[in-house]
């Protein structure tokens, strides 16, 4: 058997010595992590970083940023949603992601209509990320009005829109389309509950449920969202979600910023998982989560990299453990005792990779796909380092990359820091990119 041999492997629940794992390569490390799951994606909005940090106005929000993507989402093709995912999806392996959650609302051709085949930009997502070997787990979304207040969507969001019966069926094509594709998992999204109403979400759970389906959707981002759930339904977000749906373990919920105490205590009762995307949360200026209080309720979070302004779980770590600290004004956020906070950090987002992803990932044990990072133990960061160390300066010791080789599934994709199909990716992007931003 072909094995990776590690002198210290944290499996993302602890420390084990002398370890190996299957995999196609031999390899010996000093120093083996579980592989991360990106629980929060929009492929087609890497293509945007940089581009909307212009101020517009004073009053510049999220809502602001979000007429701008509007307009960027009505240029792309199939074609383009494929070169911009798998560059993005390399990005992703080399940095340490070895799993993504797509939350893919990017559905029709570009007066609104669906394609010839209703799935192609789904499908060209799936193509990026088989190419390249990330785990996927797609999730077409359901997006249906501009509004609590039920508004028709809007012209620039015509090519997100799906009926009910429309979305089944797609959802019931991509899973018979993926079925033998290793590593993918469908699931289903709602986009908000200002997009979706209550029925239709139960109506679409029941036609679509299987065993272990991730369920994911936005909710309580803005302020603004907050009080339109008021306004309208006399309750807040997450509050009437708790109270109408069956929301448990297998339920995602992205962001959840803006949360009362009751809140809190509620979704951690249920058992659901909070996708924080503390780079994309800061870019838009959407607010900080309340992660102390939920951690003292039991709570379950992971972390999504969003709309791509940065691709790095090390910087999405840091960053939630930075903005509790700024907060707070005080040190070490994200632990309730003693210990490390890198360690932390990474046992949480292990624990509720399966449940978001519907796959065997987040703790490498036996009965898990081995999905693995290798440290760069030659790196200057990583000079002596210990156990009791080593996690908190990968993920604290600055931006210089600290992986060396990446495994999903047991198969390497990352080697010395690079994937194989870096060059051939990144001119098919530029050439994309190019071309959009001459149009």
């Not at 940095?95 to 799935?119: K, N």
């Not at 979304?141 to 069926?169: C, M, N, T, W």
């Not at 759930?229 to 977000?237: I, K, N, Y």
């Amino acid at each position: 058997m072909t094995l990776l041999q590690a002198d210290a492997l944290f499996d993302g629940r602890q420390w084990r010595t002398d370890a190996a794992l299957p995999v196609d390569v031999a390899t010996r490390a000093a120093w083996v992590v579980s592989g991360i799951a990106n629980l929060h994606s929009h492929a087609f909005q890497r293509a945007m970083a940089g581009l909307t940090e212009r101020q517009q106005s004073d009053a510049d929000s999220f809502w602001t940023w979000r007429e701008w993507m509007y307009r960027f989402a009505a240029t792309l093709s199939p074609d383009d949603v494929h070169a911009i995912a798998r560059q993005l999806y390399i990005e992703m392996l080399e940095a340490g992601f070895t799993s993504v959650c797509e939350f893919h609302y990017l559905h029709h051709d570009i007066d609104g209509r669906p394609y010839a085949r209703p799935s192609a930009m789904a499908e060209a997502i799936l193509a990026a990320a088989q190419s390249v070997g990330l785990r996927l787990t797609l999730l077409p979304v359901l997006y249906q009005h501009g509004g609590f207040d039920g508004r028709p969507l809007s012209e620039r969001q015509q090519r997100f829109g799906h009926g009910a019966d429309a979305f089944v069926r797609l959802v019931d094509d991509l899973r018979r389309g993926s079925s033998a594709m290793p590593g993918v998992r469908v699931g289903v999204a709602f986009h908000s509950l200002r997009a979706v109403t209550l029925p239709t979400m139960r109506e679409v759970l029941a036609a679509l449920d299987e065993p272990g389906m991730p369920v994911h959707l936005h909710i309580a981002e803005q302020q603004a969202e907050v009080a339109d759930g008021l306004a309208t339904h006399g309750r807040r977000p997450v509050q009437l979600l708790l109270d109408e749906l069956p929301v448990d373990a297998r339920w995602t919920l992205v962001h959840a910023t803006h949360l009362d105490e009751a809140e809190v205590h509620g979704i951690a009762a249920r058992g659901a998982t909070v996708a924080i995307c503390p780079t994309t949360e800061a870019n838009l200026g959407d607010g900080l989560f309340p992660l102390r209080a939920f951690l003292a309720a039991g709570g379950r979070y992971g972390i999504g990299s969003d709309s791509h302004v940065s691709v790095s779980p090390v910087e999405e770590l840091r960053w939630l453990e930075y903005g509790q600290r700024l907060v707070e004004q005080k040190r070490s956020r994200a632990l309730l005792g003693p210990g490390s906070n890198a360690e932390a950090m990474l046992r949480a987002v292990a624990a509720s990779a399966a449940a978001s992803t519907g796959q065997a990932v987040g703790a490498l044990d036996a009965s898990s796909a081995v999905d693995a990072l290798v440290l760069d133990a030659e790196a200057p960061a990583m000079v002596g380092a210990t156990r009791e160390d080593v996690l908190d300066r990968w993920v604290f010791c600055g931006n210089r990359p600290l992986l060396r080789d990446v495994f999903v599934a047991g198969r390497r994709v990352v080697a010395e820091g690079r994937h194989a199909q870096r060059e051939s990716a990144a001119a098919a992007y530029a050439a994309t990119l190019r071309r959009l931003l001459s149009a």
